[in-house]
């Protein structure tokens, strides 16, 4: 009966691995991980290599907002100082030994150079948001079959003008590609001779106009928004850019993972 309540008292632990960094990094004593409360951030290092880890307790239940944030908090801030390959959120191992024979050990040279090629490096987003009110008056300015529809259905019923009213939105929603198209474009002008490489992602939102990802020199980061400050005056109206980083390379880099522990 003793020997059964003791080993229900001792709560099983792992080892959560952020990701990889050279091996002379050096923690911040007030760096927070996951768990609750937040683990304390530390290093296991592999010749030329290390990964930023965090011990936690394997029954926590890993993707609270807390948890998510803590994990893309430390890659981001590791990322404007240092190289950093970040890991796929969750990824824990058994102990540290685990992350040095498999994950370290094995991928030793790819993470070296990967480190390597980083240097100096992080990723940032650029994002830029319509003003749906301003963007719809563009659209029916410039669209004649638009203004139309919407003359159409003006202060009638809508189940009177349901079919006026689907036309009309998917002539909205193919305006809205068409000038997504073009303002990704403006922006990838003035920003592809800054970046190392870009990665034009889908939106996230209805009315997102640019969402692309690059990789830039940190030191560069004022030559960035130096670029995007005439696109911005030019679409003042209609929609507001963004920069969000530095932060990890998360779309420019292969990660491998850890095994998953059972």
């Not at 993707?63 to 990322?79: F, K, N, V, Y």
Request: no cysteine; proline share 6%.
């Amino acid at each position: 009966m003793s020997s059964d309540t003791g080993a229900e008292s001792v709560s099983a632990t792992g080892t959560y691995v952020y990701g990889i960094v050279p091996a002379d990094v050096e923690t911040n004593p007030d760096a927070a991980g996951v768990g609750d409360p937040p683990g304390q951030v530390t290093i296991v290092r592999h010749n030329d290599i290390a990964a930023l880890v965090s011990e936690i307790e394997t029954d926590h239940p890993l993707g609270t907002p807390d948890d998510l944030q803590a994990h893309a908090r430390l890659l981001d801030g590791s990322a404007g100082v240092v190289p950093v390959l970040p890991l796929r959120f969750g990824s824990v191992m058994t102990d540290s030994d685990a992350v040095i024979d498999d994950l370290l050990s094995p991928h030793h040279d790819e993470f070296r150079a990967a480190l390597d090629e980083l240097e100096g490096q992080a990723q940032y987003v650029v994002k830029a948001r319509y003003e749906e009110t301003a963007m719809l008056r563009e659209i029916l300015s410039e669209s004649a079959d638009a203004d139309r529809l919407r003359e159409e259905i003006r202060d009638k019923p809508e189940d009177a003008t349901r079919d006026a009213r689907i036309a009309l939105g998917e002539l909205i929603g193919r305006a809205l590609d068409a000038k997504r198209d073009t303002d990704t474009g403006t922006v990838l002008e003035a920003i592809e001779p800054l970046a190392h490489a870009v990665n034009v992602r889908p939106p996230s939102h209805d009315l997102d106009s640019v969402h692309v990802a690059l990789l830039l020199d940190v030191a560069a980061q004022d030559d960035l928004e130096k670029a995007l400050t005439g696109i911005a005056g030019d679409w003042s109206d209609r929609a507001e850019i963004r920069v969000l980083g530095p932060m990890a390379a998360y779309d420019f880099v292969l990660k491998a993972e850890p095994e998953p522990e059972n």
